[in-house]
């Protein structure tokens, strides 16, 4: 059974920073690319950064030069480490294993002053 669980998400002051952990069971983690996706309120879903298998990585621009996303394979684990938040990055961030489609049930992060 896939199983991605997300965990890590909370709440945090603008400026703060928080690392988002995807735990993914059930499948062949090293082989798939890897991407999380949020989903503001009110708002479509919005990628926001991936990682291929060999761990090349792709980022919105919104978020460039403050989320990094990285991959452990022996864990079986993908990270969002997300820093210098401000309140346009409040929403439910979903871990996606896109090509299969495989689609984990999200974390809250709230960015508020």
């Known amino acids: 059974q896939v199983q991605l669980v997300e965990s890590g998400g909370g709440l945090v002051q603008p400026g703060g920073s928080l690392r988002l952990s995807c735990a993914a069971s059930g499948f062949t983690f090293s082989s798939h690319d890897m991407s999380w996706v949020r989903q503001a309120p009110g708002k479509e879903r919005e990628l926001v950064a991936s990682i291929t298998s060999r761990g090349a990585t792709n980022y919105a621009d919104s978020v460039k030069g403050r989320f990094t996303i990285s991959r452990d394979n022996v864990k079986n684990t993908v990270y969002l480490e997300m820093n210098s938040l401000n309140p346009e990055d409040t929403a439910v961030y979903y871990c996606?294993?896109?090509?299969?489609?495989?689609w984990g049930k999200g974390t809250l992060v709230t960015v508020f002053s």
């Open positions: 996606n294993a896109p090509y299969s489609n495989y």
